[in-house]
């Protein structure tokens, strides 16, 4: 009997690591012979060659792991597919079906059973009981965490209706049954999903060391467990290690608070510190407000790039955190964002959201300049999603909520927002994406947004003006983005006296050797004889390390000469180095070479 685990991913470079933690803990503890398989696609697939895939693989059972960005897609295939094998049992489990079960068995006829819940005893239970003939409604009654449909004849029964009597006895009443939620696993108990890695190259990989969240932010799922478990740290060092010996890209640690716990979060980054393999980056979602001097003094130290972390703040309005149960000291968010931006070796994402209760325009205005000052390196701007199983779903009516009916569920409007609102926020939201969390205008947005006394008033602006040169829905080139920022600069007529194009010419070659010149962009062609003979030149040898194995020709073209200034008597020579890039944005290192031009 096979049974066939299928994720759907938003990216490539995604991995699901539910599905090979139910693969492991049934191959582990179950007592049975059958087999599992799990099969991982993307949203960016058609559904006809998933579909036409599952079918190839001739699975007995397939089981489908549903969060909000493919539920949609999942419930299509389903569908689709118990058309072409009517037999064969269909599961879903996941966040996006473990808080609605009745709800989903009552509409998706198509889907026979859901898990609920935490997933890894669930499914040994349910492979456990999986033989050769499927499994029976005895089977499933034992087991937790699970619901299903149960058929009860109604024969012989008649009811009165409007329109006269009504005769059953050829028919059926479905009964949903939800049997008791499972108990929480052992988080030592779970087997280490990642034995070969080379099944997970060019992916980002996702590790597990607690479950559980100690806070009850209403909006979030995870605050639903406040069962907070963490798994041996003798195992998670040796698996660590395994991702150290690897030399593994980027290890995300799904945590919802990692440092919750200061003595688990000590021990991991401790190891990671004194493991460091100059290559694996680790991510970690913390909260800011509970960092202690001791910790800050030991990421401090450490390798740019070895770890980045995640800290959602939401709002900076003191009602609106209230509301949504953050009890969150902003001040102290400031202060050790501060602290942590200084060491200058961790990159810091900080996450909004919009739509939230008691937050209005110029409230999200407010939060987005207070958090903008914090100097994220990435700054995201999140739109609330009504979540079934949430507290804010439950008080979505109090607050006036209009939702779209379909995954993920995100905000229309509350009492505090309009739609309008919502839209203008939008465009904020994109031009945030595009111009500062890219990385690739750095030196021009800084600059920018010294002449704004509200950020968000610059990204405002620069959203409209965005909006209205991108109306048939173009997706615009990388120079095209370059080109839009200078006209947006140009209409506003500053007065002071800044050299624009110099500043985008020095973003654009800072994270790429590009090669074809933009238009804004100086003429250097008269200048290219003196940067010939600087890489002909022996000084060139002790500026650029590394690269003893290339002849000039080849220097040339592996790194970039800009040339800056207006005055022929006061030029700068700047060389992009591309082979030592600042770990934390990627950008080329710049080496400033107008003595060895000029002699």
């Known amino acids: 009997m096979k049974f066939l685990l299928v994720a759907i991913n938003a990216k490539y470079i995604h991995s699901n690591l539910a599905v090979y933690s139910l693969k492991a803990f049934a191959e582990k503890y179950g007592n049975n012979n059958n087999e599992i398989e799990i099969a991982e696609y993307t949203i960016n697939q058609y559904s006809d060659d998933i579909l036409r895939d599952i079918y190839k693989r001739k699975p007995d059972a397939v089981g489908f792991s549903c969060y909000i960005w493919n539920i949609g897609m999942v419930k299509e295939i389903v569908r689709d597919y118990k058309k072409i094998c009517p037999n064969v049992d269909v599961w879903v489990g996941g966040p996006e079906v473990s808080y609605n079960v009745e709800q989903v068995l009552r509409e998706n006829e198509t889907i026979d059973y859901v898990m609920y ?15 050769f003939n499927g499994i029976g409604i005895d089977d499933l009654k034992d087991i937790l965490g699970i619901g299903y449909r149960k058929s009860k004849s109604l024969e012989h029964q008649i009811f009165e209706s409007e329109t ?35 099944d997970f190259e060019n992916k980002i990989i996702y590790y597990e060391t607690s479950r559980g969240c100690p806070f009850s932010c209403s909006y979030c799922l995870s605050s639903i467990d406040k069962r907070l478990r963490f798994r041996s740290l003798d195992l998670v060092k040796k698996e660590l290690q395994f991702f150290i010996d690897n030399n593994t890209n980027q290890v995300k640690f799904v945590d919802r608070t990692f440092n919750c716990n200061k003595k688990h979060a000590m021990e991991i980054w401790s190891y990671i510190k004194k493991h460091d393999n100059g290559v694996t980056n680790f991510h970690f979602e913390i909260a800011a407000d509970l960092m202690t001097e001791e910790e800050i003094a030991l990421i401090s130290d450490m390798r740019p790039g070895l770890i980045q972390l995640e800290i959602g703040v939401q709002s900076t309005n003191e009602k609106t955190l209230e509301a949504i149960n953050r009890k969150t000291d902003i001040e102290k968010i400031a202060e050790i964002t501060e602290k942590i931006h200084h060491g200058g070796n961790i990159h810091q994402h900080l996450d909004l959201i919009a739509g939230l209760p008691y937050e209005n325009y110029e409230s999200f205005k407010r939060s987005f300049d207070q958090v903008y000052a914090m100097k994220p390196d990435q700054f995201q701007l999140g739109f609330l999603k009504v979540l079934y199983g949430s507290m804010m779903k439950e008080n979505s009516e109090k607050y006036g909520m209009a939702y779209s009916g379909r995954a993920p569920y995100e905000v229309l409007k509350t009492k505090w927002v309009s739609f309008d609102d919502i839209l203008k926020l939008k465009e904020v939201e994109a031009v945030v994406e595009i111009y500062y969390n890219s990385f690739q205008f750095e030196n021009t947005i800084r600059k920018l947004s010294e002449l704004y006394e509200s950020p968000f008033e610059l990204y405002e602006q620069l959203g409209s003006f965005y909006q209205r040169h991108s109306e048939n829905g173009e997706k615009h080139s990388r120079v095209k983005r370059y080109e839009l920022l200078l006209n947006f600069i140009k209409k506003r007529n500053f007065e002071e006296n800044i050299q624009w194009e110099e500043l985008l010419t020095k973003d654009f070659y800072l994270r790429e050797n590009a090669k074809s010149r933009p238009g804004f962009s100086k003429n250097i062609e008269k200048y290219k004889h003196q940067i010939r003979e600087f890489f002909k030149g022996e000084e060139v040898r002790t500026i650029l390390m590394d690269y003893e194995d290339y002849d000039s020709k080849q220097l040339e073209k592996m790194t ?39 002699r």
């Not at 108990?183 to 034995?195: A, E, G, N």
């Not at 207006?566 to 107008?594: C, G, M, S, V, W």
């Open 560 to 598: 970039h000469v800009e040339v800056f200034g207006i005055n022929e008597d006061n030029l700068t020579y700047i060389l992009f180095d591309y082979k030592h890039r600042n770990p934390l944005n990627k950008q080329a290192k710049l080496i400033n070479i107008t003595k060895q031009i000029k």
């Open 117 to 131: 819940g935490e997933g890894e005893l669930t499914f040994k239970e349910v492979m456990d009981k999986y033989t």
């Open 164 to 198: 006269g009597i009504l005769d059953c006895s050829k028919k059926q009443r479905i009964q949903i049954i939800i049997n008791k939620p499972q108990q929480p696993v052992d988080m030592s108990d779970i087997p280490f999903v990642y034995k070969e890695m080379k």
